[in-house]
């Protein structure tokens, strides 16, 4: 088993869609989570992260982490064709970096 | 934000050759740096984790003689591909922490090229 899990896609949604990424984990000793944009032959940028269970939200951004569940979100509202990238789910613990394998979505106008 | 920049961003080297990589923190000290390999399409492998002042720490099946990494100081680490061969040939990204915080930022990557 993975130590995380990610649906690669593609996620093909229309403009304004909401959309919902999401990252299952199997390692209780990641305390930090994050989300990574990345475009075409660029590397990662970090969009959000989270520390333990909870909400965050940043704009049309929210990152969702349930610990008790090893399962992290991250929410696009009114999602924009810029928004089509792919999407990496990371967790760190202690010098302990994982990513997800990344979700390609695709925002169509 | 924190700015982690990446030399050269495109390199082409000759079979055989050698190849270094700069990472650099720009407006922060990284104690620890991590260095990564992205084929196409697929996800982000990592290499190895860089401690400065110390030896790295190579992940399970990466060759410690053919990617050497040197992290000098709290600014700067470096890869270097050492006789690199066409299969060698991928995208590399570095990333740091910043002090004893527990936030990645990354280079914008490079890509290398063996010919």
């Known amino acids: 088993q993975k130590e995380v899990e990610q649906d690669p896609g593609p996620l093909s949604v229309p403009e304004g869609a909401i959309v919902s990424l999401n990252c299952t984990y199997s390692?209780?000793?990641?305390?930090?989570f994050m989300w990574y944009r990345q475009y075409s032959r660029k590397g990662p940028e970090l969009l959000m992260y989270?520390?333990?269970?909870g909400n965050k939200e940043d704009g049309r951004f929210t990152a969702q982490v349930d610990k008790s569940s090893k399962y992290i979100s991250l929410f696009i509202r009114d999602s924009q064709p810029s928004d089509s990238a792919t999407y990496l789910c990371?967790?760190?613990?202690?010098?302990?970096?994982?990513f997800g394998t990344g979700t390609r979505l695709l925002v169509s106008p | 934000g924190a700015v982690v920049s990446q030399h050269p961003s495109r390199v082409i080297c000759k079979s055989g050759t050698s190849v270094k990589i700069e990472c650099r923190s720009l407006d922060f000290q990284a104690t620890t740096m991590f260095w990564y390999r992205q084929f196409p399409k697929q996800s982000l492998m990592l290499m190895a984790t860089?401690?400065?002042?110390?030896?790295?720490?190579?992940e399970q099946g990466v060759e410690k003689d053919k990617f050497l990494i040197n992290h000098a100081s709290l600014t700067l680490s470096t890869l270097t591909v050492t006789s690199a061969h066409p299969e060698d040939s991928s995208f590399y990204i570095c990333s740091a922490i910043q002090g004893t915080g527990n936030t990645i930022y990354f280079g914008e990557g490079s890509w290398l090229t063996v010919v």
């Open positions: 390692n209780s000793a990641f305390q930090y």
């Open positions: 990371a967790m760190l613990g202690f010098q302990k970096l994982v």
């Open positions: 860089s401690n400065e002042g110390s030896k790295a720490t190579y």
């Open positions: 989270t520390y333990s269970s």
